[in-house]
């Protein structure tokens, strides 16, 4: 599986972005996907996990009620609609792909369940 990010940008606080990860491959879809952030000398942190059919999602809790994670199997893509931006969530956003038949649970709990990384798209929030 391959995947490539897109959407990243320079929002101003308060304001919102859409950032989505394509796949390439058969297995996309029974595999739990998420996005995760790394900002400037911070290490690489969970942002949010869905599971294989899209019912489970889980979020780390500086993002909930603000960003929402959604995936369509038809068109292999992850998306995370990031709203009320705020300066702390500016970082390199990494989309990633857990093995197969992984759960949502096990792609927030342990970064070693990741297969596959997207390349990282640049979201910068200015105050």
């Known amino acids: 599986v391959q995947l490539q990010a897109s959407g990243g940008g320079l929002v101003q606080a308060g304001g919102s972005l859409r950032l989505s990860c394509a796949a390439s491959g058969h297995t996309f879809i029974v595999r739990a996907v998420g996005w995760f952030r790394q900002a400037p000398g911070k290490e690489r942190e969970f942002v949010a996990s869905?599971?294989?059919?899209?019912?489970?999602?889980i979020y780390t809790d500086s993002v909930k009620g603000r960003f929402t994670i959604s995936r369509d199997n038809a068109k292999d893509t992850v998306s995370l609609q990031m709203n009320s931006l705020k300066p702390d969530d500016t970082a390199v956003y990494y989309c990633a792909a857990a093995g197969v038949l992984s759960t949502a649970q096990s792609l927030a709990q342990d970064m070693g369940a990741i297969d596959y990384w997207g390349q990282g798209t640049q979201v910068t929030v200015s105050s």
């Open positions: 869905i599971g294989v059919n899209g019912d489970t999602t």
